[in-house]
């Protein structure tokens, strides 16, 4: 037995680990009481920096040292010379490098580096690049050291078009880098941003031109085409989907006498500041008005616009001036309004070369389904690039995406039947303006499980959306016109708020809903407007006598089912 290593059993090693992890934590606790002692006797020295430092080397995701160890580094530069100065921040860059050595995606350690760079006297940006360099070798995906990188860049000379070039050499090494891929989404706009001298383009951060989007279309098929079942560039697809501009449009102008209200309703929401290029006038006169958002914060985009109107003369006439196109709307003709109808409908207008190059990806990803039919992403680009270029001829062949994605990632069916209520009121909206006939509109019986768009319905007066599949009433407020609402056979269970901004409500039909509570129906008596309701066919009932709900709601006309009055 003798010379030979004596081999510890489990439990020995146990039990030795145990107590060497003991003495850690206790050496660790030890440390990080001693500095909060020294912090909170105001000894901010460089021995409570040493003592930082060694605690920040075990663990460097310890926020509240940082803020201390800053805290050090601040009063020991108020005595400093500069030479002093100089040396403590190449020793704490050092020092931060060291930390990221033990965790490259410390959060703690990347901010308390921006911070040290950003007092830094004589900063090497250079160095700074190059170490994200080192780091992204080391995990492509380290979105802090990413974060990091486009803040070292804002600092430096380095131009948004070099930066493009190094997010392609990163994507050309590695086709699944997501990272590489979102940095380029970031750079596009900022090194081909879209003319915004053109009428039809607004100032966007998000906006680029359009022959570039045509060029990263090509570049991104033939990564997918690589590789169809990663997802990087599936998501770069999608964003490059969304990026066309979609100019703001005016497209009602009414008069509400009895509530001394003027509306205007664009197709999109839109900040107050474009308000400013609103005038309206009265028999030639330009009023000076005070626009509000309908139904939303002042600050946030709004499609509806409201301002007071005092009662002016019905004789004359109300003109509303927006971007050299005019509405006009005579005052006798109460809630009629005039429409826009040079460009509706919410989807985007293609130039010729855009179509043409969508219609050759189209092309390219339904031969890639062909080969991959069970691909998810097949069929939702395909089904989005149908819904671009043409959707109502291809329409039949978009729903049937719609069933794929629904058997393909039954997680998500939710998400895609969203989608697909946004389809079927999207594309029936230029129909229904053209008709200029906004006194009733059926949207019965489409399996709708959400509402899109409703600020091109804000004026109609009688709105069907019974036998749907809706779960809430998000995006009626902005139906300021209707006076009938149909919402029977849906999901609803509860009033929301959103019912309280239709200020001519009449008749409100809630049957055959999922409403078990009476609180929130409460919120219908703040409606003044509001004169029938039924609620025949919902929990509500079986839960309370009809005649409770009856006196409840004296004041108009209930129907419970068995049991009505007025």
């Known amino acids: 037995m003798h010379g030979r290593v004596k081999v510890r059993t489990s439990e020995e090693q146990a039990a030795a680990k145990k107590l060497e992890r003991e003495k850690k934590i206790k050496k660790y606790q030890g440390v990080t009481e001693e500095i909060y002692a020294r912090r909170e006797a105001g000894s901010l020295d460089e021995e409570l920096l040493k003592l930082t430092e060694t605690l920040l080397a075990w663990n460097p995701d310890h926020y509240t040292v940082w803020n201390i160890r800053r805290e050090v580094i601040v009063n020991i530069l108020t005595y400093s010379e500069v030479e002093a100065k100089t040396e403590l921040f190449k020793r704490e860059l050092h020092f931060l490098e060291m930390c990221l050595k ?41 979105f802090h050291c990413w974060d990091y990188r486009r803040f070292s860049i804002g600092k430096s000379e380095i131009s948004p078009m070099e930066e493009l070039e190094f997010s392609q050499k990163k994507i050309e090494s590695n086709l699944s880098n997501y990272s590489a891929w979102h940095y380029r989404s970031k750079l596009l706009p900022l090194c081909y941003p879209a003319d915004t001298l053109l009428p039809s383009v607004s100032a966007d951060s998000s906006s680029v031109q359009e022959d570039k989007l045509l060029q990263e279309f090509d570049i991104v098929t033939n990564a997918i085409f690589t590789d169809p079942n990663d997802q990087s560039t599936w998501f770069y697809q999608q964003w490059l989907l969304g990026r066309a501009h979609k100019e703001e449009r005016l497209l009602f102008f009414m008069h509400f006498p009895s509530n001394q209200m003027l509306l205007l309703v664009f197709n999109q929401p839109v900040n107050k500041d474009l308000l400013n290029e609103v005038q309206v006038l009265i028999s030639g006169n330009i009023l000076q008005l005070e626009w509000s958002a309908h139904g939303s914060p002042p600050t946030w985009p709004c499609s509806l616009w409201t301002a007071v109107l005092i009662s002016v003369d019905t004789s004359v006439n109300l003109e509303c001036r927006f971007r050299e196109r005019a509405l006009n709307l005579f005052t006798s003709s109460v809630c009629a309004p005039s429409v826009n109808l040079e460009e509706i409908g919410p989807a985007i207008s293609l130039t010729a070369a855009k179509s043409g190059v969508l219609h050759t990806h189209c092309e390219a990803i339904c031969e890639l389904l062909s080969i991959e039919p069970d691909n998810k992403w097949c069929h939702l680009t395909a089904l989005q690039l149908r819904w671009a270029i043409d959707p109502d001829s291809s329409a039949a062949k978009i729903m049937d995406h719609f069933s794929a994605l629904e058997k393909e990632d039954p997680h998500r069916k939710g998400c895609y ?36 768009h409703t600020h091109f319905f804000s004026a109609v007066s009688i709105l069907d959306l019974s036998n749907n599949r809706l779960t809430n009433m998000q995006g009626l407020s902005v139906l300021v016109t209707c006076q009938e609402l149909n919402l029977d056979g849906n999901l609803l269970t509860e009033v929301e708020e959103d019912i309280l901004f239709l200020i001519r409500l009449r008749i409100l039909s809630l049957k055959s809903n999922l409403i078990e509570k009476e609180d929130s129906l409460l919120l219908l008596e703040k409606i003044d407007s509001i004169h029938q309701l039924n609620i025949e066919g919902n929990p509500i009932l079986k839960e309370r006598d009809s005649s409770l709900l009856i006196n409840l709601f004296s004041n108009l006309i209930l129907n419970c089912g068995a049991t009505s009055t007025s």
């Not at 490259?104 to 830094?120: A, D, E, I, L």
Request: contains cysteine; positive net charge; proline residues 5%.
């Open 417 to 452: 039947q969203d989608m697909k209520s946004k389809f079927l009121i999207e594309t029936g909206i230029p129909s229904f303006l053209k008709k200029r006939d906004f006194s009733h509109l059926n949207l019965s019986g489409l399996g709708l499980t959400r509402l899109y």
């Open 102 to 142: 033990v965790n490259p995606k410390s959060y703690g350690t990347f901010m308390q580096r921006r911070w040290v760079m950003s007092n830094n006297p004589d900063p090497d940006w250079k160095h700074e690049l190059a170490l994200c360099d080192l780091f992204l070798s080391y995990d492509e995906r380290n």
